[in-house]
């Protein structure tokens, strides 16, 4: 049962799952990440994909602090859930400054600004109350203090980039984002705590879910403007089937023995393991998740052009995206199983390595063959692991106590 911490503020057990309230604060994000996306195919340039990397990364942190707020007190009750809500007006009035983040449109407010200033009450509001939450936990309490820093540094670097220019811009909130990750790593983990391991590694299953979800929506926009046909079909099956490899990759085994992992260490050790595998690790896997996306939803634009022919090639960024993405996300899945079990998953570096091998022929094939290249190999992946690692697997998903989850090694480093 949850322990009273206040009259607004209930604790979590180790029995705490995530909360209705939290998969509704999730869904915000879903229009960030859709906003972030159409302004990098807006500017279909390397400046226009280290922008948008930018934001996700700035999104990102800021979704992180709430997984691990709630991970404290449960986000459905008294004061939490004023602030869950708050936090949501404040990140759907940042995604709605997106387009604007570096092109500022005439009237209204300025779009940058508004931007900065949303991402900063976000954050603010998450210190304040997570405070709150710590109660009579004196070394929380001092954890926050020190977290605070680096948190107050970035604020002021992204207000300043608000008012900067261009590259100016640009430069200011990637130092932001730089203090801002740097600096909660280097203030060390000694007083976090983790009551909720379950909880913690379905919020992040969770957002994996929601970029999965607004990558599917993105081949479903894309192929909108077009009447019904078998060209069409075909392309929606080779979106949806990526996805699903993407799905399968991370949910048949990935997310469970990381959940395991998780609920096998105590103390620091899993406050470390928290820290690698989901808040710093599962980056890479959304990022490469919106990236394939990104791609998905150019090619099926293009395809669905009125001048367009089946035989035309791809643009760059979407043909780049279409290996970058996939690959992206099987590097992370491997480096999670690597800081959970002590060891990378090869088949998916070799598979991923040949996603960006395949690049230049991408730039040179039709569309509808790189995506079934990329389908394939993907497929390939997944029916390798069933055959070759059925016992394995079949352990995994039928078992809780997997011996070489609580075996393995779990540092700071």
């Given at each position: 049962?949850?322990?009273?911490?206040?009259?607004?503020?209930?604790?979590?057990?180790?029995?705490?799952?995530?909360?209705?309230?939290?998969?509704?604060?999730?869904?915000?994000?879903?229009?960030?990440?859709?906003?972030?996306?159409?302004?990098?195919?807006?500017?279909?340039?390397?400046?226009?994909?280290?922008?948008?990397?930018?934001?996700?990364?700035?999104?990102?942190?800021?979704?992180?602090?709430?997984?691990?707020?709630?991970?404290?007190?449960?986000?459905?009750?008294?004061?939490?859930?004023?602030?869950?809500?708050?936090?949501?007006?404040?990140?759907?009035?940042?995604?709605?400054?997106?387009?604007?983040?570096?092109?500022?449109?005439?009237?209204?407010?300025?779009?940058?600004?508004?931007?900065?200033?949303?991402?900063?009450?976000?954050?603010?509001?998450?210190?304040?109350?997570?405070?709150?939450?710590?109660?009579?936990?004196?070394?929380?309490?001092?954890?926050?203090?020190?977290?605070?820093?680096?948190?107050?540094?970035?604020?002021?670097?992204?207000?300043?980039?608000?008012?900067?220019?261009?590259?100016?811009?640009?430069?200011?909130?990637?130092?932001a984002l730089a203090v801002d990750y740097s600096g909660v790593y280097l203030?060390g983990a000694s007083g976090w705590r983790m009551p909720a391991p379950g909880?913690?590694?379905?919020?992040?299953?969770?957002?994996?879910?929601?970029?999965?979800?607004?990558?599917?929506?993105?081949?479903?926009?894309?192929?909108?403007?077009?009447?019904?046909?078998?060209?069409?079909?075909?392309?929606?099956?080779?979106?949806?089937?990526?996805?699903?490899?993407?799905?399968?990759?991370?949910?048949?085994?990935?997310?469970?023995?990381?959940?395991?992992?998780?609920?096998?260490?105590?103390?620091?050790?899993?406050?470390?393991?928290?820290?690698?595998?989901?808040?710093?690790?599962?980056?890479?896997?959304?990022?490469?998740?919106?990236?394939?996306?990104?791609?998905?939803?150019?090619?099926?634009?293009?395809?669905?052009?009125?001048?367009?022919?089946?035989?035309?090639?791809?643009?760059?960024?979407?043909?780049?995206?279409?290996?970058?993405?996939?690959?992206?996300?099987?590097?992370?899945?491997?480096?999670?199983?690597?800081?959970?079990?002590?060891?990378?998953?090869?088949?998916?570096?070799?598979?991923?390595?040949?996603?960006?091998?395949?690049?230049?022929?991408?730039?040179a094939m039709p569309a509808l063959g790189s995506l079934g290249l990329v389908?394939?190999?993907?497929?390939?992946?997944?029916?390798?692991?069933?055959?070759?690692?059925?016992?394995?697997?079949?352990?995994?998903?039928?078992?809780?106590?997997?011996?070489?989850?609580?075996?393995?090694?779990?540092?700071?480093?």
């Amino acid at each position: 049962m949850p322990v009273r911490l206040t009259a607004s503020i209930r604790a979590t057990g180790e029995q705490h799952r995530v909360t209705n309230l939290e998969l509704f604060f999730d869904l915000v994000f879903v229009f960030a990440f859709t906003q972030v996306n159409a302004l990098v195919a807006a500017d279909a340039s390397g400046r226009g994909a280290l922008r948008g990397i930018l934001l996700i990364a700035i999104l990102w942190w800021a979704w992180c602090s709430y997984a691990w707020l709630g991970n404290q007190a449960r986000a459905d009750e008294g004061m939490l859930r004023a602030t869950m809500i708050v936090a949501m007006a404040a990140v759907f009035a940042a995604s709605l400054a997106v387009p604007e983040a570096w092109h500022d449109r005439p009237g209204g407010l300025p779009g940058p600004m508004v931007l900065a200033v949303a991402i900063v009450v976000v954050r603010s509001l998450h210190l304040l109350v997570y405070a709150v939450a710590a109660g009579s936990d004196a070394g929380l309490r001092r954890q926050l203090a020190r977290n605070a820093a680096p948190m107050l540094v970035m604020a002021m670097l992204l207000v300043l980039g608000a008012l900067a220019d261009g590259a100016h811009r640009t430069l200011l909130w990637l130092v932001a984002l730089a203090v801002d990750y740097s600096g909660v790593y280097l203030v060390g983990a000694s007083g976090w705590r983790m009551p909720a391991p379950g909880h913690f590694s379905e919020r992040h299953g969770l957002i994996v879910l929601v970029a999965l979800g607004e990558s599917i929506v993105s081949v479903g926009v894309g192929a909108e403007r077009a009447p019904v046909s078998w060209p069409i079909l075909l392309i929606m099956g080779l979106g949806l089937a990526v996805n699903v490899a993407l799905w399968w990759a991370y949910f048949d085994v990935v997310a469970l023995v990381a959940e395991r992992a998780l609920h096998a260490r105590t103390g620091l050790q899993r406050i470390w393991l928290a820290r690698a595998s989901y808040t710093y690790l599962h980056f890479p896997l959304v990022v490469g998740v919106l990236t394939t996306a990104l791609a998905l939803k150019l090619l099926v634009e293009d395809l669905t052009e009125p001048e367009h022919s089946l035989t035309d090639v791809p643009h760059t960024l979407p043909a780049v995206c279409l290996a970058l993405g996939p690959a992206l996300y099987l590097v992370g899945l491997s480096a999670i199983r690597w800081r959970n079990l002590g060891r990378p998953n090869v088949g998916r570096l070799v598979a991923a390595a040949l996603l960006l091998a395949l690049v230049p022929a991408f730039l040179a094939m039709p569309a509808l063959g790189s995506l079934g290249l990329v389908t394939a190999v993907l497929a390939g992946l997944i029916g390798f692991e069933a055959v070759h690692n059925q016992s394995v697997r079949d352990t995994v998903r039928h078992h809780d106590d997997h011996p070489a989850i609580a075996a393995a090694p779990v540092s700071e480093h």
